[in-house]
């Protein structure tokens, strides 16, 4: 564990603090080895870190584990004892499903084991949870309820956000009490929902949020079906999902000029962005120009200005929301998350469209054997929203023969009694991973990676870890510049909210949150490449790659 004084707004980046201390680099090398089957190897090295620093949650559990995986089945036992004597107990559903613990679940003593194990997870819902204030959808909500929603809010914030280094302006304390006010004098769920969406926005971050009652979704989330384009300082209608829209005059390359009667910037200043939360200028100008611009009831259409790209003539326009259920279903028609093809210059584009699932890893561990063919492969994240690093880690495997580091961490670290004693601010936090190359699978050409404000969370470790490896250029524009592990948490009226409460940095410290992965060619599309049907970015990419292999000849 990392102590860092606070000291007149000094920083609580972790690339000014101590290494991290040798016992966990022997726990992450430890679950290395347990990947890899070696387990009396990993059995070694977590035995010798409960001997040098007690035992602890983050080493009872590996320790448990593989005792039982290593058939020392005496051992693991006095292991569980130790952890319920100890208050180091994990949760029951862990017990339960870990396929190295199923001898012990074999035995008589398993029963009283489970139900210590229950008695501590009845004690974490008493100290995380609030059922009495999780309550269900209504139109309307109490005045009680709503400041105790407000309240919780509060103080999971707090607590628990990793960023608020980044918001030195802020005063949460103060917006607390300003958005007390504000829910006071309403009583509409939706109302409510909407000023604590206002006061979220506040902390600029692209991982806190607040998470709407399904009810709500289609009255406030609902979307043309329709994208759009921030291009050069411009709207554009980027694609329609929908051919129907063509026949109500709609067409790609038009520009939005207005909403519902207003300017464009002026409907975005008053509408969109004071609910927005986002982390970077790249990340904001995608989610109040894309994401966030038509949002809106699902009964009621939005009425556009339109501007003609080749006449000039401006039109208005009413266009239907469609309710998302039926939106996400014209979007998954053209929304896969992996596709490859070969490119002149046999060059194999592969389009990693996101992290959500292991399709995109399974996918291309089909088709490797093809992709390798090619002279060069180009992996285009542009469009990645995330999902779990270790699918796009898992991709990276294939690149090089040595293992490669991911980011480091940090999050905020609640011990009471240290504050009570006066001790400084303390943080812990875990030093960079370490991946294993793909023993079956490697390419050795040239590789480039497009990147742009889309590229976001998972797909950003992606492309730190490819920097990282130093295996080729990443083209395009900054990443997003926002990634962690979200702390959910339900409302009154069956919405919740996500809080940022891990911090990543690169492996050696450098910070990107709140800033983005900037890449080592930038090109940001224009206006007349676009209306030309040209990508710009894959074209700077290819000519890169070019230069590489001529290079190397």
């Not at 100290?127 to 309550?135: C, H, P, V």
């Not at 962005?273 to 982390?279: H, V």
């Not at 699918?391 to 991911?406: A, C, K, M, W």
Request: net charge neutral; aromatic share 8%; with cysteine.
């Amino acid at each position: 564990m990392l102590l860092l004084a606070l000291v007149g707004g000094g920083s609580l980046s972790p690339s000014h603090a101590a290494p991290r201390p040798p016992a966990k680099q022997r726990l992450d090398q430890a679950e290395l080895l347990q990947q890899a089957g070696r387990v009396d190897e990993a059995l070694a090295l977590v035995q010798a870190d409960v001997s040098d620093e007690g035992l602890l949650l983050r080493n009872a559990w590996l320790l448990l584990q593989l005792q039982a995986a290593a058939g020392q089945l005496d051992a693991a036992w006095q292991t569980l004892a130790r952890m319920a004597d100890e208050r180091q107990m994990v949760p029951a559903r862990w017990l339960e499903t870990a396929k190295e613990l199923a001898p012990l679940r074999e035995d008589p003593r398993w029963p009283d084991a489970l139900a210590k194990a229950r008695a501590f997870d009845a004690l974490r819902e008493r100290l995380y949870g609030a059922a009495a204030i999780e309550t269900p959808f209504r139109e309307t909500l109490p005045l009680n309820e709503r400041l105790a929603g407000l309240s919780r809010l509060w103080a999971e914030v707090k607590t628990h956000f990793v960023n608020f280094e980044l918001v030195p302006g802020l005063d949460w304390d103060a917006l607390y009490l300003q958005t007390l006010e504000r829910v006071s004098k309403t009583s509409r769920t939706e109302d409510y929902y909407r000023e604590l969406m206002r006061m979220m926005a506040q902390l600029h971050d692209g991982h806190s949020g607040v998470v709407l009652p399904e009810p709500l979704r289609d009255r406030m989330l609902a979307r043309p079906a329709l994208r759009t384009r921030w291009i050069e300082g411009r709207v554009l209608i980027a694609q329609l999902l929908d051919p129907e829209l063509a026949r109500l005059g709609l067409a790609v390359g038009q520009e939005i000029m207005g909403i519902e009667g207003q300017a464009l910037a002026d409907y975005v200043q008053s509408h969109v962005q004071p609910f927005t939360s986002a982390s970077t200028p790249q990340d904001l100008a995608l989610r109040l120009y894309d994401y966030n611009l038509l949002r809106g009831d699902a009964r009621r259409a939005v009425r556009l200005t339109l501007k003609d790209a080749q006449t000039g003539v401006t039109r208005q326009l009413s266009v239907p929301r469609v309710e998302g259920k039926a939106r996400a279903a014209l979007l998954a028609k053209d929304d896969a998350s992996f596709r490859w093809r070969i490119l002149p210059g046999d060059v194999a584009l592969v389009e990693l469209r996101g992290f959500g699932d292991d399709e995109p890893v399974k996918a291309y561990r089909a088709a490797f054997e093809q992709i390798a063919k090619a002279r060069a492969i180009v992996f285009d994240l542009r469009e990645n929203g995330g999902g779990n690093s270790s699918v796009g880690y898992r991709i990276l495997s294939t690149l090089s023969p040595q293992p490669f580091e991911t980011s480091q961490w940090w999050t905020r670290s609640q011990v009471s009694a240290w504050r009570a004693w006066g001790l400084p601010l303390t943080i812990e936090g875990g030093s960079p991973g370490l991946v294993q190359p793909d023993a079956q699978r490697q390419f050795t050409g040239p590789v480039a990676v497009l990147t742009s404000g889309a590229t976001y969370s998972a797909a950003e470790d992606f492309v730190a870890a490819f920097k990282r490896m130093a295996r080729g250029h990443v083209v395009g524009e900054a990443t997003g510049g926002s990634t962690g592990q979200p702390l959910f948490f339900k409302l009154p009226g069956g919405g919740s909210a996500r809080v940022c409460s891990k911090r990543d940095v690169l492996p050696d410290g450098t910070e990107f949150v709140g800033k983005g992965l900037q890449p080592d060619l930038l090109l940001q599309p224009t206006l007349a490449g676009w209306r030309a049907g040209r990508d710009e970015v894959l074209e700077a990419a290819l000519a890169r790659i070019s230069l590489v292999s001529a290079a190397s000849r």
